[in-house]
């Protein structure tokens, strides 16, 4: 069973930057990729960034290209995700998630493992 561990969320003001980051534990099997999802209060659980660390191949949507970056450290099973120029629309819950998976999807049914979720807050 894996496990997900997240740290580095808190609050910002509008134009800030914030780091998650998340480590996994008890992974057994490649492929693995590892992601970040966020959700907001009455909206669904929506994908964020994710990142193949086998080989660093990365997806985004299209909210997150420019502004967010995932990285990961495969011997670690550690990623990050930088946050750029936040605004208070990217207020939410981030969650990481990870499944062993040869490509990177978008939707959350594929992602079989889930941490607890770190409460990132942009003000005004």
């Given at each position: 069973q894996v496990q997900l561990l997240e740290s580095g969320g808190g609050y910002v003001q509008s134009g800030g930057s914030l780091r998650l980051s998340c480590a996994a534990s008890g992974r057994t099997l490649n492929p693995f990729i590892m992601g970040w999802f966020r959700q907001a209060p009455g909206?669904?659980?929506?994908?964020?960034?994710?990142?193949?660390?086998?080989?660093?191949?990365?997806?985004?949507?299209?909210?997150?290209?420019?502004?967010?970056?995932?990285?990961?450290?495969?011997?670690?099973?550690?990623?990050?995700?930088?946050?750029?120029?936040?605004?208070?629309?990217?207020?939410?819950v981030y969650y990481c998630a990870a499944?062993?998976?040869?490509?990177?999807?978008?939707?959350?049914?594929?992602?079989?493992?889930?941490?607890?979720?770190t409460q990132v807050t942009v003000a005004a």
């Open positions: 909206n669904e659980r929506v994908f964020v960034a994710g990142i193949m660390l086998t080989d660093g191949q990365t997806d985004y949507p299209d909210f997150a290209k420019g502004r967010f970056s995932i990285s990961g450290d495969n011997a670690a099973d550690t990623v990050h995700l930088q946050m750029n120029n936040l605004t208070p629309e990217d207020t939410a499944a062993f998976d040869l490509e990177i999807p978008q939707h959350t049914s594929a992602w079989s493992f889930w941490g607890q979720g």
